[in-house]
């Protein structure tokens, strides 16, 4: 079974930092798109960024320059670096993994099959 467990999140200050941690468990990172998203209260999931099998990234406007993914293909740990951080990036944010593809052009969020749980950030 494909699981996903994030962790990292925080209660933060505006201006700062957080990085968020995704264990995977079931899948390999080389054949799979794997990517995060947002869901704030009363809002729709918004795609944060994603990550191919080959290390090609994509970041939603609303991140770009600031938020930064990477992945640990040995360890199956998928990271979040979050800088500069913004009330608005308030969010529970969840990992997620697709089937073994390549990553659509743009994010999208029918592509991942599999979520984690999320874990929240909360930016003052």
């Known amino acids: 079974d494909v699981q996903l467990v994030e962790s990292g999140g925080d209660s933060v200050q505006a201006g700062g930092s957080l990085r968020l941690s995704c264990a995977a468990s079931g899948l390999t990172f080389r054949t799979r798109c794997m990517g995060w998203f947002r869901q704030a209260p009363g809002k729709e999931r918004e795609g944060v960024t994603q990550i191919d099998r080959d290390g090609r990234t994509t970041y939603g406007d609303s991140v770009k320059g600031r938020f930064t993914i990477s992945k640990d293909g040995a360890k199956n740990i998928l990271y979040l670096q979050m800088n500069s951080l913004k009330p608005e990036d308030t969010a529970m944010y969840y990992c997620?993994?697709?089937?073994?593809?390549?990553?659509?052009?743009?994010?999208?969020?029918?592509?991942?099959?599999?979520r984690g749980q999320g874990t929240q950030v909360t930016v003052s």
């Open positions: 997620a993994a697709s089937p073994p593809v390549i990553c659509s052009l743009t994010i999208v969020s029918s592509d991942f099959a599999y």
